[in-house]
Nanobody, 121 residues
């Protein structure tokens, strides 16, 4: 599976932004997809993860109620809608695919290239 992330940019605090992950390959629906982020000097962390069918999702505590992950297996895409963004959400956001539904970035096999999200006034 090849992944390509897009949609990052600059947004003011309190604003909203959506990032997307486009996948190639006929087996996309066989994979859990996670969105991770990594800020300068910090470890990569899981933000949200969605199940193969899209019927269940996991969110890190620091984004619950603000971010929503969704997928469209017919279009091979996964999106992360982010709202009430704060400067601490500034990071490079990566999508990744894993067949087992892991929570650690080290267990994910396929990665997109990352897209920068900057929250600043």
């Amino acid at each position: 599976v090849q992944l390509q992330a897009s949609g990052g940019g600059l947004v003011q605090p309190g604003g909203s932004l959506s990032v997307s992950c486009a996948a190639s390959g006929r087996t996309f629906s066989s994979y859990f997809v996670g969105w991770f982020r990594q800020a300068p000097g910090k470890e990569r962390e899981l933000v949200a993860r969605i199940s193969r069918s899209g019927d269940s999702a996991y969110y890190a505590d620091f984004v619950k109620g603000r971010f929503t992950i969704s997928r469209d297996n017919a279009k091979n895409t996964v999106s992360l809608q982010m709202s009430s963004l704060q400067p601490e959400d500034t990071a490079v956001y990566y999508c990744a695919a894993d067949s087992r539904g892991a929570y650690s970035w080290a267990d994910y096999t396929f990665w997109g290239q990352g897209t920068q999200v900057t929250v600043s006034s």
